[in-house]
Every structure is written in structure tokens, then in C-alpha cells.
């Protein structure tokens, strides 16, 4: 539809570029074309506007076989105003000068024909197939169709031009096409069944290869396990030889050095124990020389001694024996002496002959 805008007492209008326009005034063609854009007085101006750009029309229309089934049609045909100007002298495409909007609704008229001119040869060429034939003749029907719509005069006489015809579908009542469907059904089920059995043998086979596989696969992993086993023992075995072996050079070492430290420890116990000896018996020596050099002293002085007393009187022997008697008591307050204890004493101090020397002037007091 045209864009019609208002100014004052004038109207212009615009076109769309797949709109033919036409402007009488006074019965005379004063504008015509596509894509127009003029102003106008709407009180004298009569405005056609045909639409030039191609049209889808959807066509459903039923049919009977030629052994009396009844089938349904579907297609669509494509057209175009290919003569704006005779289809606007033709049909009414007048529009309404001060609104723009279209007076009548001359495409239904052109779908009209063209439904009818459609259906009558597909529905001739139908009649005079069966069944099972008008259900795989799509391409013959649109051929009938396409041709039967380009040599129509009608649709030039409008200026109409039919750019194509397409058959979409035929198809039987439902449960005529259930009926005919159920062999193929069937035959597919059939296929389809074998297909099944098909692919559960294969699932089945795939399986038996992926059990094989794996089984397969097991025995290789127990045997590199076991390699894998064998391989650590070894090692264990190498490591263990390793150490041990390692363990005797070491305690061969440390006996080694241990037989070393002995062997100096024994010739340092051998010379210790020769400088011991040696020491030991220069000191025994020269101890033994010390008691040899005091004993003859003492017996030299001994000698002495008994060389002196050999020359006193016996009253000074006595004398000097009660001094060392008395020298070896012990302190004593108050002393009684009688002559046994007298004699004792002595007897234990100088032997008999003293006792007897004492024991003498007693007896003669």
C-alpha cells in the first residue's frame, strides 16, 4: 500500500518499488510506474496501484483415481502482475485518493482463477491413473500443472504470469494410506528386525573381540607383572649381594684396622709393660738396696748397741731396761708394781735372761 501524507487540500504519495502507481486526472494518464512520488489534489485524482513483486499462492485441493480412490492435492504456485497496466484495466486496483488504502481486493480474484486453472488438470490427469500410479506421478503432475498455467489465455488477458508450479504432496485418506502403508511397514519391520539381529550378532561378535581383547590384555599385564616381579627380585637379589658384599669389605676393614689398632696396642701394652718391668725392677732394686743399706745399718747400729751394753755394768743395764720399759707403758695415774708382774713384764720386754737379772735382786731384797 502507497504512503499517502496530507498537506492542507493536497496529498502526496510515495510509492514502494514493487508497486506500479497510476495517476488519472480528467481521465488522463497523468503519472505511471514504479517507485512514484508526486503530489495531488484529491478531489479530481484516481489512483490504481498493482503490485509487481512474485507471490506465493498455497493451493489443498481433492482428487478421485481412476479406480475411485479418493486422494488430497497440495501445491503452490508462484505468479507475478506482469502487465500492471492491463491488470489495472482489467481488475480494480483502485485506491482511495485521500487514505491510500486499496477499494476492492482484486488479488483474490487473480488466486481464484489460478486455484481453478490448477486444479482442473491435475484433477484430469488424476482420473485417468490408479491409485498406487497418482501416488508416484508428483512430477507429472506438476509438468501437467506448470504447462497448462503458462498456455492459459485467461491469465493473459489480467496481465498475470505464472513464474512456477510446485507439487508439495499427494496423499489418500488416512486409513486407505495405513492400508497401504502396512506392507511397507512390514517390510520394514522385516528389515528392520534383520537389522537388529544384524547388529546384536555384531554387538555380540564386538563383544567376544572386546572379551578377547581384554583377556588379551590381562595375560599381558600378569606376564609384564610378572617380568615386572622377576625384575625386583633380581634387583633385590643384586641389591642384597651389593650390600652384603659391601659389608664384608667393610668388616674385613674394620677388622683389618681393628687388627692394626690391636697389634699397636699390643706392642704399646709389650713396651709399656717391658718399661713397667723394667721400672719395677730397677725400683725393687733399688728398694732392695734401701733395706739391704738400712739393715746393715741397723744391724751395724744394732751391733753398736750391743757392743755399748757389753761393756756397762749390769746395774746400768737394768737401769736403762726399766728407762725403756717405762718409755712404753702407757701414762697410768697410780701403779702398783709387784714382783710377778715385774717379772712378766720383763719376761715379755727382754726374754728369760732379763727376767732373771730382775728376778735376782728381788730375791736377794
Do not use: C
Not at 508497486?19 to 490504481?48: D, I, K, M, T
Not at 719395677?280 to 744391724?299: C, F, I, S, Y
Amino acid at each position: 500500500m502507497a504512503d499517502v501524507t496530507r498537506r492542507l487540500f493536497l496529498r502526496h504519495l510515495r510509492g514502494a518499488p514493487t508497486s506500479w502507481v497510476r495517476l488519472h486526472v480528467g481521465g488522463r494518464v497523468r503519472r505511471e510506474g514504479v517507485g512514484q512520488s508526486f503530489w495531488y489534489r484529491p478531489l479530481n485524482a484516481v489512483l490504481s496501484e498493482v503490485p509487481v513483486d512474485d507471490r506465493e499462492l498455497p493451493l489443498l485441493f481433492h482428487a478421485r483415481t481412476g479406480d475411485f480412490a479418493d486422494i488430497t492435492v497440495q501445491a503452490t504456485v508462484t505468479y507475478r502482475v506482469a502487465d500492471p497496466a492491463l491488470a489495472a484495466a482489467r481488475l480494480d486496483f483502485s485506491v482511495d485518493p485521500r487514505t491510500g488504502r486499496p477499494r476492492a481486493r482484486p488479488l483474490d480474484q487473480v488466486a481464484t482463477l489460478l486455484a481453478e486453472l490448477a486444479q482442473q488438470p491435475a484433477l484430469d490427469l488424476l482420473a485417468r491413473v490408479p491409485l498406487a500410479e497418482a501416488l508416484t506421478t508428483i512430477a507429472g503432475v506438476r509438468e501437467t500443472v506448470s504447462a497448462a498455467l503458462r498456455e492459459e489465455s485467461r491469465l493473459v488477458d489480467v496481465g498475470v504470469a505464472v513464474v512456477s508450479a510446485r507439487v508439495v504432496a499427494i496423499r489418500p485418506e488416512p486409513e486407505l494410506e495405513r492400508a497401504l502403508q502396512t506392507p511397507t511397514r512390514e517390510a520394514v519391520q522385516v528389515e528392520a528386525d534383520r537389522a537388529t539381529y544384524a547388529r546384536r550378532a555384531q554387538a555380540v561378535e564386538q563383544e567376544r573381540s572386546i572379551a578377547e581383547n581384554e583377556l588379551q590384555n590381562k595375560i599381558e599385564l600378569a606376564r609384564r607383572e610378572q617380568q615386572l616381579v622377576e625384575q625386583h627380585g633380581s634387583n633385590s637379589r643384586r641389591k642384597a649381594e651389593l650390600d652384603a658384599a659391601a659389608d664384608l669389605a667393610a668388616a674385613q676393614g674394620k677388622a683389618e684396622r681393628e687388627k692394626v689398632a690391636n697389634a699397636a696396642a699390643a706392642e704399646r701394652a709389650r713396651v709399656l709393660s717391658a718399661a713397667e718391668a723394667d721400672k719395677e725392677r730397677v725400683l725393687a732394686a733399688a728398694k732392695a738396696d734401701t733395706v739391704r743399706a738400712v739393715g746393715h745399718a741397723e744391724a751395724e747400729t744394732e751391733a753398736a748397741k750391743l757392743s755399748a751394753y757389753a761393756e756397762l755394768p749390769p746395774g746400768v743395764l737394768r737401769a736403762l731396761t726399766v728407762r725403756d720399759l717405762a718409755g712404753q707403758l702407757p701414762r697410768i695415774g697410780q701403779l702398783t708394781v709387784t714382783p710377778d708382774l715385774l717379772t712378766d713384764l720383763l719376761g715379755r720386754l727382754t726374754g728369760p735372761a732379763a727376767t732373771a737379772a730382775v728376778t735376782t735382786p728381788a730375791a736377794d731384797r
